[in-house]
């Protein structure tokens, strides 16, 4: 029931911008960190931004300057502003939550299919 998923993906060119979304849906109690993850071709999963329900946020080194992860709790909603895309920047956007579904005591990892966002150089 519980499912997320993601939006925003798309062309760029170097040097532009994108907005990925990501909400979570179905019978959902509370929401602990949302994150974005990507992956390139041929290259394993990394953690891209880390948010959590409270405002903090943490960022992968290459991306800081240049990403800004933020959340609305009310939609339990996250979004990932990329600027000053770079070619590198080009994979799987993938996100992830820890979320405790309604009449649960535990948090579960649920995952999005994933966006692709493509940089031109």
């Known amino acids: 029931q519980v499912q997320l998923v993601e939006s925003g993906g798309g062309l760029v060119q170097a040097g532009g911008s994108l907005t990925l979304s990501c909400a979570a849906s179905g019978s959902i109690s509370s929401v602990n960190p949302m994150r974005w993850y990507r992956q390139s071709l041929g290259k394993q999963r990394e953690l891209v931004a880390t948010i959590t329900s409270g405002g903090s946020t943490n960022y992968l080194d290459s991306v800081k300057g240049r990403f800004t992860i933020s959340r609305d709790n009310a939609k339990n909603t996250v979004y990932l502003q990329m600027n000053s895309l770079k070619a590198e920047d080009t994979a799987v956007y993938y996100c992830?939550?820890?979320?405790?579904?309604?009449?649960?005591?535990?948090?579960?990892?649920?995952w999005g299919k994933g966006t692709l966002v493509t940089v031109s150089s």
């Open positions: 992830n939550a820890d979320i405790m579904a309604l009449f649960s005591h535990y948090y579960t990892s649920y």
